[in-house]
Every structure is written in C-alpha cells, then in structure tokens.
C-alpha cells in the first residue's frame, strides 16, 4: 500500500543505507520492502512509535533486513521465487514431518547424514531438529535455555555438519524445521551477562525489579507454567541483587519486547537460521512474548502484533520461510496466531493443533469421541493459507487444554473429567492400561498434564509385560488409530521420533541430575536401532506398527482430498464412539474420502443411509483406501472394527 508518510520515511531510510552499502541489485528486497513498508512502519509504530529512539530503530531494522537479504545464498532466494509462485505449496498433501533429536534420533548432526534413509523409507520429508543452539551444559529444558542463538551446541557438532546435513536434505527435496526460542534466554546469555554485571541497556532487555512490589502485581494474575519445579514468576538473582521474570525456569529469562532493541536482535537471528537452510522455524512460546501487568500474561494483542511484524519482515528478506506458531492455548486463541481478518496468514502459516492431539486422548480414554466431535466443531475456521501441525505426541507433555464449556456439553463435569484424564493416563483407573506420569501437577487446583511415550500411554508397554496378545494388538490399533487421524485430519501431520516402532517409556532420566526432576524426558529416548531393525520382521510389534504407518503415509500423498484447502466437514452421526468427517477435493468434486475412526474397544456400526442420500455409496461394495479391500454394509449399516479407522472412497 501506498502512503505519503511511511514511503517518505522509506525513502531517506534508503539514501542512508545506500551510502553505507556497495552497489549491487537489490531489486527483489526493494518490491517486497515497498510492498510490505507501509504495514511495517504501522505496526513498529504501534508497538515502539513512544520510544525515544523510535526512528533509529526503525532505521536499523530496515538495515538489518538488508544485511540478511544480501547475506541470503542464492539458491535460497531461488527457492523463495519459486515458492512465491506457488504460495500454497505447504497445503499440499505430500508432506508428512518428524520431530527429532539430533543426539536422540541420531547421535549429533554429522550421524543425522546416516539415519536419513530411516525416514525416507517411512515417507517422512519434513524434519523437524529440536534446539540444536548453544545452551549451558546441565540443565537447558532440552535446549530451550540458550546461551548463544547463533552458534550450535558443540555437543551436536559444528556449523560444517549443519550445513552439511541442509544440503543432503535439499537433494531428498526434505525440508528442514528449526526452532528459534523467542520468547526468553538462558541466564548464561551474553545479554544476561551484561545485565547481571549492571549494564543498563541489558537489563532493558529483559523484566528486571529492584524489589517484589511490581513483581507482586504481576503474580497477582499470571498463572504457573512448571508449579512444581519452577513456582512463581519471577527469581532473585544474588549477582545482580534483583528479581528477573522467569515464567518458565529459574534460569530462562524472559525478554522484554517492549524494547526495540529486543525484536530487532530476534528478527536478526530469526534471518540468520532462514539464510542457514532452514525451511520452516518453529517459534517457541509464542504466547508469552508480551507481558502486561494484570494479565496471564499469555495471548496479548501485542504478542500478535510483534509476530505480525516478524512475519511482515521475514516475507521482505526471506519470504520462502514459513513460520509456525507454538502457542499450546485455548482453541479460540490457538487460531488466532495465524493472524486475523485476513485470507493469508499474517502471523505463523502453521499452528501446532494442540486441541485436536488433546482431544484425541480424551477419545481414547473415554473410548467415545464426544467431547472429540464437540471441540473439533468448535475449533474456529481458519484462514485459507494457513494449516495445521497435527500430532499426537511430541516432546512436551499432553494438557487438556480443550474448553471447559464443550466439556460441559459432552455431558461431564470438567474438574471430575480432567482428573479422569489424568487417573485413565497414569494407570490409575480401572480397565486402564496406560503407563505415564503426571506432570506439573498444580497442589491447588488438582491439575496435571501427562508425560509418556504414544505407545506407553495406549497401552503397549502393560501389555507386553502382562504378556497379553489381545492387549499388545489392541495397544496397536490405537497407535494407528491416532495416527490414521492424524494423517487425514488436513495439516502437516508431524510424527515423534520413534512412534513408528512403538517405542516404550525410558526412564534412564532419572539417573541424570539435569533431568530427573522433569518427567517430559521419559519420552524423550535415544533412539533404539536395533529395536528399528525388527521393523522388517514380521510378526514383531516394530513391524505391525512401522508398516502401517508407511503406508498411509503413502496412500496420504496420493489423495489430493487429504491436502488441506479448508476442504474438512464433520459428520454428524447416531454412534457416539465414531469421529466422522469427509475430505473433498475442491478442483475434483468427484473426489472425495470418507475417514471413520471407532474409539471404541468393541466394534461399532455406522448407519449408511444419511450418506447414501448425500450420493455416496451408492454401490455394493465401499473400497477402504488403506488396504485396498472391498467393505460390505450389512443392511445400511457399516461396521468398523474395535479401535480402528476407514479412509473410504465414496
Ligand atoms: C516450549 C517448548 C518446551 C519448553 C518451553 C519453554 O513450550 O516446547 O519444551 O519447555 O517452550 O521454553
């Protein structure tokens, strides 16, 4: 958009530039700065038009695109081009992704070379490297206390296995996920060095207070995020003499993005690991990026806008990088951070569906999928270029963030309900074969989230102690069960690392002082090959579940009704142990799949004749994508096995 004020200030920012610059063409970063300038300078203006330095800052971050954009190598503008011309090229079915550790999955970066085959072979093309920075050695929350942004962990290896790793990925044409923590540092940062050591301009980089009184204020209404290691908000640090706003750990500190200085260094190394390769950065607790006294502190308008302003700003130096917003909130705010009133995301492109994982657990412990209907139904449509992330573990534990109110409407009570929960998930109910643990159990209000790997938590590990068949397959079905969803729900399905091969609770953690008193880590092993091997041995519970992930992971890719172009619509059926929805092609009319999944632990019978009317079925026989095989319905009535699922061609 054109505008007198914000163009006049764009062009003396440019004179400036153009003095401290060689020549040399900068013809794409100019169309898209011109393009994109007018929503910057609002939204800086916004956000810092009352800081004294505002024009400066505003100066330096113009200055800072520039320097990343001719930074940026050339085949990555290449592909930037490229996806310009094909912006909804993430919607597309074909992407299947995988959270890992490079030093759990593999053993650091450089192994990472031999262990790629492995998700070749499962169809996985999109990886996602959990923290791989500079973090203190001891404890780090997996990585996400960072000490230096911008250079690796030396436990992982070196920027020359890094880069190593983004080439061969590219020749597979995987893309490659990243995260950047934007939210707070370590406290061994070199910023909270500086502040520690009473320089003025870096204590402004984060929430510094001489005494409790404004601590106390904000206390009043944040809530806890680790109550049980990490109570409170804020920590004394004896250095400095003053209390620092830790929201997670004592030793992350949260930055103050109040301060320009603050978004301008985060927009900068946000540029640094997009020009490094990477495809897609995940932004890690996006929801607590701005602090107002009197509120949670969580999902403040200003964290929308400071993510808008990112997005606004990456899209002129780096705009083939999408972002996705890790914002484990309540469904009517999770949406919110693809940004609103637009078509195209104006914040992240992708959003982890943390209601959707959520209430997929709460369908396997109820065995029914009302509450699943009810808060799928209520999730808020998105916009067009904007998907989900949808999973079913990964390395954080499982809350029940789902809305009190549907709970309500499924026909319980929500504190019973989420005690049920967590009883059902640490084995503690009857009938029950599930193995996790509680975590950040809440001593005032009785909550807590779950800890455990997907195939500890279905079941699979009782079962194989109990030595019980029935159990070990059932424990199966669901494991696929989930995933079936997952891989049909409309989103970039992200597996964790090793629920393909049904890995089991690990509780070596316990031995390892760093960790022993954060649960999380019992589902986040090393990676067991050797237990990977069984995957081609048939009869092993590796090779039930490894293969028939790889092939709806490839049945997936076939199914242009599977790519996600809001072509979703829930059904609403009798049986309340179904969760029904139909995927439609929108080029195809014609093409369109039917996915049922039977929570239940008895088999269940869909009555027909409500989709008959809608044209579908209108033959003998129903064809199950997933296997090939022809269904029968036995007067009208379809019956889905116990735990299991039908992607059905109509
Ligand atoms: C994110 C990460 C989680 C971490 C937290 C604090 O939620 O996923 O593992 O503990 O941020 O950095």
């Not at 031999?114 to 973090?135: A, F």
């Not at 790519?563 to 195809?588: G, K, W, Y």
Request: aromatic letters at 12%; one cysteine or more.
């Amino acid at each position: 958009m054109y505008e007198q004020i914000s163009h006049s200030l764009l062009n003396d920012i440019l004179v400036e530039l153009k003095k401290k610059t060689k020549p040399q063409n900068l013809q794409f970063f100019h169309t898209r700065l011109g393009a994109n300038f007018y929503a910057i300078y609002s939204l800086f203006n916004t956000l810092y038009g009352e800081h004294p330095d505002s024009k400066k800052h505003i100066l330096h971050l113009v200055e800072t695109l520039m320097r990343q954009y001719i930074r940026r190598p050339s085949h990555l503008k290449k592909i930037d081009l490229e996806r310009e011309k094909d912006h909804n090229w993430f919607l597309n079915q074909k992407w299947v992704g995988m959270a890992l550790y490079c030093n759990g999955y593999a053993d650091n970066l450089k192994d990472m070379l031999s262990r790629l085959n492995y998700l070749q072979e499962l169809g996985v093309n999109l990886v996602h490297i959990m923290p791989i920075c500079d973090c203190p050695e001891g404890k780090s929350d997996g990585g996400y206390a960072v000490r230096d942004f911008c250079k690796i962990d030396s436990r992982f290896g070196t920027f020359e296995d890094f880069d190593k790793l983004v080439t061969n990925l590219k020749k597979r044409d995987m893309l490659l996920t990243l995260d950047v923590v934007v939210n707070h540092t370590s406290d061994q940062h070199e910023w909270a060095k500086k502040a520690r050591e009473g320089d003025k301009a870096y204590q402004d980089y984060y929430f510094i207070f001489d005494d409790r009184s404004i601590p106390d204020i904000y206390e009043e209404s944040m809530p806890e995020v680790f109550p049980e290691t990490a109570p409170g908000n804020f920590t004394w640090d004896e250095a400095m003499g003053k209390w620092v706003m830790t929201v997670f750990n004592r030793y992350q500190w949260d930055l103050n993005y109040r301060n320009p200085a603050v978004f301008i260094e985060m927009l900068d190394i946000i540029l640094f690991w997009a020009n490094r390769g990477a495809d897609i950065l995940r932004l890690d607790a996006v929801a607590f990026m701005w602090k107002k006294m009197g509120s949670s502190c969580q999902n403040e308008r200003e964290a929308h806008l400071i993510l808008q302003l990112m997005k606004d700003c990456c899209q002129v130096t780096a705009p083939g990088v999408l972002f996705i917003a890790e914002a484990i909130v309540a469904p009517t705010e999770i949406i919110k951070y693809f940004g609103e009133d637009a078509i195209n995301a104006k914040e992240c492109e992708i959003a982890y569906n943390a209601t959707f994982m959520a209430l997929l657990w709460d369908a396997v412990a109820t065995k029914k999928a009302i509450l699943l209907n009810k808060g799928i139904q209520n999730i808020p449509s998105k916009l067009e270029r904007a998907t989900w992330l949808n999973y079913v573990r990964c390395h954080d534990d499982i809350g029940w963030g789902f809305s009190d109110d549907d709970i309500v409407t499924a026909g319980y009570e929500p504190q019973s309900h989420r005690r049920f929960l967590v009883d059902y998930f640490t084995g503690n109910y009857e009938g029950s074969l599930a193995t996790g643990l509680a975590f950040g159990r809440n001593s005032q209000t009785g909550d807590a989230r779950i800890s455990g790997s997907l195939a500890s938590l279905a079941g699979l590990e009782r079962a194989l102690k109990n030595n019980d068949p029935d159990a070990i397959n059932m424990a199966i079905k669901i494991i696929l069960l989930l995933h079936g969803m997952i891989l049909s729900f409309g989103g970039i399905p992200m597996l964790y690392y090793g629920d393909a091969i049904g890995t089991l609770n690990d509780d070596s953690y316990l031995n390892d002082e760093s960790k022993n008193d954060d649960s999380r880590w019992i589902h986040r092993p090393k990676m067991n090959w050797e237990k990977a091997m069984q995957r081609t041995q048939p009869g092993t519970v590796e090779y039930s579940i490894f293969n028939a992930v790889k092939k709806m992971i490839s049945i997936r890719k076939e199914i242009p009704a599977f790519a996600d172009r809001n072509n979703r619509e829930l059904l609403n059926v009798d049986n309340p142990h179904l969760f029904v929805f139909l995927r439609f092609d929108q080029i195809n009319s014609s093409s369109r799949v039917l996915v049922i999944g039977n929570f239940n632990d008895e088999p269940q019978f869909l009555d027909l004749s409500p989709l008959q009317r809608m044209g579908f079925f209108q033959y003998d026989s129903i064809k199950n994508l997933c296997n090939g095989e022809s269904l029968h319905a036995m007067n009208g009535n379809l019956m889905i096995p116990a735990r299991s699922f039908y992607w059905l061609q109509g």
